[in-house]
Every structure is written in structure tokens, then in C-alpha cells.
């Protein structure tokens, strides 16, 4: 199955919460997850009970969504997770957390994750002073990540960066709003994750 190349918005009202496709338009009153909280499509008047699978498959798809990841991808980074020391749900989120193109999304280098992605595949991003094109790339604590310096007047890039003051950063990043570069400082724990889901279920799913 190809990437979703369909509306976002419709992702987030699937989902039933924002999963920030959309950069500017998911902070503001035009996002449609506020006008309709309804699943698209067309609603029945009764609703047989979601199953315990489906429950847990939901949670899983709000995850890969949130994050922009094909299935395969995340299945390698629960592979990973599962095998770190610790609970495995919180690992997984954090392992996501980690990714390059993510870290480049919560330094506001891009107004979402999917741009973010491209950024870093284009090779706008670097790592320590070395360019870096692959999105998972998993940053360590300390690391810092930056825009190179012919890529630092990109209008998309200066853009991204207003939403800085509007949304602000994560705690565990360190950012320079003005050298269009961050420092990861440390690993967040799971509670200062801002994603409300439930890991656990999806540990169950791909338990089976």
C-alpha cells in the first residue's frame, strides 16, 4: 500500500484528535477537527462496539500518522524498541521522538513533519557540523542540529520559524532562533511526550 496522498485534515478527523499535518492552519480556528469532530464519511445513527483490535489498530494508525511513517518503517522502530531494556511503549515513542526529521520539526525548521522530512532529505540539515539526509537518523542527547548555511535564507525555512513564537519548543531542546539552530539536550520521558495516546495497546497489537 502507497503513502495517503488524500486530504490531512481527514487523517486528523479519522484519528479523532490534531496530528499537526497542516503547520499554521492546525493552530489556528480554521483547523476542521474544531468545526467537525466527526469521522468523515458518512456516519450511521447506531455504532456497533469497536473491538478490542480495532482499538488498538486505532492507536497504532494515530501514531504512524502523527509521526508521517509508512508501516513498515514503524515496525522497524517498535523492532528497536522492543529490544531496549525498560518498557517498550514509552521506548517506541521516544525512538520517534529521536528521528532527525522530527527533532527538525520541533526546532521549527519546518511547519510539519513532512516538510521537515524533505528538508532533511535534500540535504538542508546537518548534525554537528555534518550534513545528515536520512530521517531517521536517531539524534543523541547533546547533539546539535542546524540548517546549513546556504540553505539558512530559504523562504519556506524563515517562514516555519515564526510559528517558534506561537507554538513554542519542547523542553529537551535548546533552541537559536536566530542561527536556525537547536541542541538536543536530553531524552524526554514519556510524560513529557505531548502525544495522547496509548503506547501500551499498540505493544499489544503487535504482540499478537
Excluded at 536517531?138 to 546556504?150: A, H, I, M, S, Y
Excluded at 495497546?201 to 503487535?206: A, D, R
Amino acid at each position: 500500500m502507497g503513502r495517503y496522498v488524500g486530504p490531512n485534515c481527514r487523517l486528523c478527523r479519522k484519528e479523532g484528535s490534531k496530528l499537526m499535518l497542516k503547520g499554521d492552519r492546525c493552530l489556528s480556528s480554521k483547523c476542521p477537527i474544531v468545526k467537525r469532530k466527526s469521522a468523515p464519511g458518512i456516519v450511521p445513527k447506531r455504532r456497533g462496539k469497536i473491538s478490542e483490535y480495532g482499538v488498538q489498530l486505532r492507536e497504532k494508525q494515530k501514531v504512524k500518522r502523527y509521526y508521517g511513517l509508512m508501516e513498515k518503517q514503524f515496525r522497524k522502530i517498535f523492532q528497536t524498541a522492543l529490544a531496549r531494556k525498560g518498557v517498550t511503549g514509552e521506548a517506541l515513542l521516544v525512538l520517534l521522538e529521536q528521528r532527525l526529521d522530527n527533532v527538525s520539526y520541533r526546532m521549527h525548521f519546518a511547519v510539519s513533519r513532512k516538510m521537515a522530512r524533505q528538508l532533511v532529505c535534500h540535504g538542508h540539515i546537518s548534525v554537528n557540523g555534518k550534513k545528515v539526509d536520512a530521517p531517521s537518523f536517531l539524534v543523541k542527547e547533546g547533539d546539535t542540529v542546524e540548517v546549513k548555511e546556504k540553505s539558512k535564507k530559504m523562504i519556506p525555512i524563515l517562514e516555519s520559524m515564526k510559528n517558534e513564537s506561537k507554538a513554542g519548543t519542547v523542553p529537551w531542546i535548546e533552541l537559536e532562533p536566530d542561527n536556525l539552530k537547536g541542541k538536543f539536550l536530553y531524552i524526554p520521558k514519556r510524560e513529557a511526550i505531548d502525544l495522547p495516546v496509548r503506547e501500551q495497546l499498540i505493544v499489544e497489537l503487535y504482540s499478537k
